[in-house]
């Protein structure tokens, strides 16, 4: 075998993923038949690099990058220092923004390649989407992003399998949101009861599995990200999340009100609504929980409450647990089901790490 | 873009999977963006291939092949052929075959990569299963084998991932057969009742969902091997399918009757072990499944009749689905599981084409 190659890693975000992240990509360093050379860290306001492209050290990374006194670089520079770098290099970007997103296709024309859980590039507009593979395409950079749906699940490596062998995917369905997940299977379990929807809502914010405002949550547009994605993958060309119906679980009352404190505060208000949904559903001997569907076919994409039998597998989730039901020609009546954890640091970085391994075995 | 590079493929075995291989390969071949070019395609009695490795016609293979006067050759004459071959080759093997699978170390060593849903090499003896991927990893030649377990589900590349990124596999279990899958969703469904364990193996056979024999099935032998491939990559040097404790479900007096009909014949005399095993799982409120399990941490494997409550997602199971969980240290209590149908010449010929897919974005 040659002589191993040097790959350069550079990581945007330091959050609860980015942390995770780093520690994985430190032990698989250690496995890996590459070199791989962290050479730039940033967050919000810090950044933490090396101008000579030398590997930084692992030692009290999170310490050295919070305390650092580098000046931090715009996107436009960031891409500059990355494309002069004497190496192949993987971008990791393990943000929610908008910004970093927007500047993928910058990135992967200079040949930089992408690892990322950050949704909004592949669920933003189409144009973007098509800006993003065409660049790739053109300078043979790799572009992985299991993550942006079911955290560490194969979702997206699958769905792309399904479709790379010729197969025809028919009808995509499932809980895509941890905390909707989370919120339902608490609210409406399959052996009855449950408790009053505002407290469940305060109970899971409590438990950190809500966004800080639980809106952002319950708006629906995190779960219609992730139909996008995976619309697009099966094939149809998904305008944006807004271009198909998403119910929101926001009382129209609250939308306006200035916090989340508030909105939480005010929420028992509305408590009856939700709980007419759910009796409704008992009545039917079900139980409602939040689903996002694709019928191929239709076109149709959607996402808000629906009702299912006790004893279907979307109605027996557990925990904050997601499930994706992928029904194609091949799996004929009874989909191809995965399911799990779909949210946490560990397992959405474990879906980045696995990215990284893929694009290094595919870089020459 | 350079231009695209020609690669050869190779197969082995033109059978239900290797059919449906072909007729995948040939949809992937003018969507791919490599040149691949058939040059060698061989069944039991019969061989077509190109002595001057320039590409076959997909039209009528079939009966080209069996119609085909070339003189069939023998192992090491198609490893002396194919490595001659003035570019990369990707040996597709659709076979069971032992002789073939013992070959591999051969074909690896001469940088032939491999792809196949053939459990033998990698269930055989340990040694084997050493030898095939050091011989990979000192020529660079790539083997996948994701069919080789749940057909086309991603259940060997996510194990892979979690053991490469570095998450602790402690438990795996499920259904990994869709024979056994069929007899025990009829033989003892969850909402009660199910026909007599004789009569729902006849019916199986019948529908084609046995060997011709059902006793090579029912031996437990082809859970075994599944076992002992996923036990090595959750890393168990698990020596060989015979190396722990494997159930059978053939009565001790029809072991050596001398035919599957005869087999057949005989069984409804041994109906009432069957028919206790059903009844006492009932009492319990439980329904009896055929499952394998490992536990990492004890490094204990073992393969035969477990009790589920029918709310557990191994109970409720259906048609000829497998299901497999894998318990994690970062998954936790709730395992990733993987569900859908795990046998069928389509989606086992899925897995192999996906697997060529892998091979081909990573030859350099």
């Known amino acids: 075998m040659s002589a191993a190659k040097e790959v350069y890693i550079a990581v945007i975000g330091a959050g609860g993923v980015g942390k995770c992240f780093l520690s994985q990509l430190e032990g698989f360093s250690k496995r890996s038949s590459s070199k791989?050379?962290?050479?730039?860290?940033?967050?919000?306001?810090?950044?933490?690099?090396?101008?000579?492209?030398?590997?930084?050290?692992?030692?009290?990374?999170?310490?050295?990058?919070?305390?650092?006194?580098?000046?931090?670089?715009?996107?436009?520079?960031?891409?500059?220092?990355?494309?002069?770098?004497?190496?192949?290099?993987?971008?990791?970007?393990?943000?929610?923004?908008?910004?970093?997103?927007?500047?993928?296709?910058?990135?992967?024309?200079?040949?930089?390649?992408?690892?990322?859980?950050?949704?909004?590039?592949?669920?933003?507009?189409?144009?973007?989407?098509?800006?993003?593979?065409?660049?790739?395409?053109?300078s043979g950079a790799k572009v992985y992003h299991e993550s942006s749906v079911g955290a560490g699940l194969p979702v997206i490596s699958t769905l792309k399998e399904l479709v790379d062998t010729g197969d025809e995917v028919t009808r995509i369905e499932g809980?895509?949101?941890?905390?909707?997940?989370?919120?339902?299977?608490s609210f409406a379990p399959t052996e009855g009861s449950g408790g009053?929807?505002?407290?469940?809502?305060?109970?899971?914010?409590?438990?950190?599995?809500?966004?800080?405002?639980?809106?952002?949550?319950?708006?629906?547009l995190d779960v219609a990200r992730k139909l996008t994605i995976l619309a697009r993958l099966a094939g149809l060309p998904v305008e944006s999340p807004t271009s198909f119906p998403v119910q929101s679980l926001i009382p129209k009352e609250l939308e306006s009100v200035s916090s989340g404190d508030e909105f939480l505060q005010k929420l028992p208000e509305f408590d009856s609504q939700m709980e007419d949904t759910k009796v409704a559903a008992e009545k039917e001997?079900?139980?409602?929980?939040?689903?996002?569907?694709?019928?191929?076919?239709?076109?149709?994409?959607?996402?808000?409450?629906?009702?299912?039998?006790?004893?279907?597998?979307?109605?027996?989730?557990?925990?904050?647990?997601?499930?994706?039901?992928?029904?194609?020609?091949?799996?004929?009546?009874?989909?191809?089901?995965?399911?799990?954890a779909g949210a946490g640091g560990d397992v959405t970085a474990m879906g980045v790490t696995g990215d990284l391994i893929k694009v290094l075995e595919r870089l020459t």
């Open 36 to 138: 791989l050379s962290l050479i730039f860290i940033s967050r919000s306001k810090t950044v933490l690099y090396s101008p000579k492209y030398t590997a930084l050290s692992y030692d009290n990374i999170s310490t050295a990058l919070a305390d650092s006194k580098q000046e931090p670089l715009s996107v436009p520079k960031i891409i500059e220092y990355l494309s002069a770098a004497p190496a192949k290099v993987v971008l990791v970007d393990n943000t929610s923004s908008q910004d970093v997103a927007d500047a993928y296709p910058a990135f992967l024309a200079k040949g930089i390649s992408i690892v990322t859980p950050n949704k909004k590039a592949f669920s933003g507009s189409y144009k973007l989407w098509q800006d993003i593979f065409s660049a790739a395409s053109t």
């Open 175 to 185: 809980v895509f949101s941890g905390t909707m997940s989370f919120l339902f299977n």
């Open 196 to 220: 009053k929807w505002s407290a469940e809502v305060k109970k899971a914010k409590e438990l950190g599995y809500t966004e800080p405002d639980p809106r952002d949550d319950l708006n629906g």
């Open 285 to 340: 001997g079900k139980v409602v929980r939040f689903v996002g569907s694709i019928d191929v076919a239709k076109k149709e994409v959607k996402v808000g409450l629906e009702k299912f039998d006790r004893s279907h597998p979307i109605a027996a989730l557990k925990g904050s647990d997601n499930i994706i039901s992928i029904y194609t020609k091949r799996y004929g009546a009874n989909p191809l089901i995965i399911q799990g």
